[in-house]
């Protein structure tokens, strides 16, 4: 099974602070790793996928980058309403796909 | 705009059968390359992926609950299904659905329902 690590699990930040956090794989999963924000209550939204596409509708100071087992996701410069809890999720080894456990981004 | 709707009761007793139903709507479910999801979250953790099916009515389970789970679709309804055997209290989660368009080899859940709470409890 592949598995994922995320880090930090949490973070505090300022509104306009640039914000990056970091997903592991267990082994290499290609390019084949998503983003997602999730804000209490609510279902998850896709932010990223393909480590690097920006999905139709998020705003551009989102950004996704790595290959292999080394991924990040950065915000510019975090807006209020992007405090929230971030996943990874991979689907290289589909049809099974595993979350990473979260980063909490709080406001400091 | 395709939405996801998530529906079944909320509390299910402990070794019954948890049944819940997404309903999709602003799209057929039988269009297009998709497959639709079951997901779910503990309280206060991470999320776990429960299993996909294509309308052909081919599935895909997680291996650590495969023995448990079936999967369905009503293509005539445009809503797919859950069951989950053998219930315990660590079931108890919020269950999602979600649709995973296939492109060009590339997957992802694009749309989500928003969630419903099912308890696991006498």
């Keep these: ?108 | 705009q395709v939405q996801l709707q998530e529906s079944g009761p909320g509390l299910v007793k402990p070794s019954q059968t948890l049944s819940l139903t997404c309903t999709v709507s602003g799209g057929s479910i039988s269009s297009g390359s998709y497959y639709w999801s079951w997901i779910r979250q503990p309280a206060g953790k991470g999320l776990e992926w429960i299993g996909r099916i294509y309308t052909s009515g081919s599935t895909n389970y997680n291996p650590s609950l495969k023995s448990r789970v079936t999967i369905s679709v009503d293509t005539s309804k445009n809503q797919f299904s859950l069951k989950l055997s053998s219930v315990t209290a660590a079931d108890t989660a919020v269950y999602y659905c979600a649709r995973e368009p296939m492109v060009r080899g590339v997957t992802y859940f694009d749309y989500w329902g928003q969630g419903t709470l099912v308890t696991v409890s006498s």
Excluded at chain 1, 44 to 56: M, R, V
């Design chain 1, 1 to 108: 099974d592949i598995q994922m690590t995320q880090s930090p699990s949490s973070l505090s930040a300022s509104v306009g602070d640039r914000v990056t956090i970091t997903c592991r794989a267990s082994q290499s999963i290609s390019s084949y790793l998503n983003w997602y924000q999730q804000k209490p209550g609510k279902a998850p939204k896709l932010l990223i996928y393909a480590a690097s596409s920006l999905q139709s509708g998020v705003p551009s100071r989102f950004s996704g980058s790595g290959s292999g087992t080394d991924f990040t996701l950065t915000i510019s410069s975090l807006q209020p309403e992007d405090f929230a809890t971030y996943y990874c999720q991979q689907s290289y080894s589909t049809p099974i796909f595993t979350f990473g456990p979260g980063t909490k981004v709080d406001i400091k």
